[in-house]
């Protein structure tokens, strides 16, 4: 059974920037879908980057054009670049991945049955 392990959370300042890694137990190169998720305190869980196995990616348009999806095969990791934080962002971060099913909706919680413990993301000044 596939596992992953996130790392990379942490508190920043407002503006500031973090990368955040999914440390897979086996290649993640020929998972169908691979994505991120956070959790903010009494809200749902919300899909905000997905990336399928032909490389399509989607960003949820809250973080559209401050973070950035991508995964190393060679490493088995799973990347998302976040810059010019914000307050909002504060959440808790997880990543998640699914080998098989469609290559489409990468950012729906729903396709996935394989999830990280998360890692914590603090933005405030």
């Known amino acids: 059974q596939l596992q992953l392990v996130e790392s990379g959370g942490g508190s920043v300042q407002p503006g500031g920037s973090l990368r955040l890694s999914c440390a897979a137990s086996?290649?993640?190169?020929?998972?169908?879908?691979l994505g991120w998720f956070r959790q903010a305190p009494g809200k749902g869980r919300e899909g905000i980057a997905g990336l399928n196995k032909d490389d399509m990616i989607s960003y949820a348009k809250s973080v559209q054009g401050r973070f950035t999806i991508s995964r190393d095969n060679v490493m088995n990791t799973l990347f998302l670049d976040m810059t010019n934080l914000k307050p909002e962002d504060t959440a808790m971060y997880y990543c998640a991945a699914q080998p098989t099913g469609s290559l489409y909706g990468c950012r729906l919680e729903s396709t996935y049955n394989i999830w990280g413990q998360g890692t914590q993301v603090t933005v405030s000044s």
């Open positions: 086996r290649y993640i190169g020929n998972m169908n879908c």
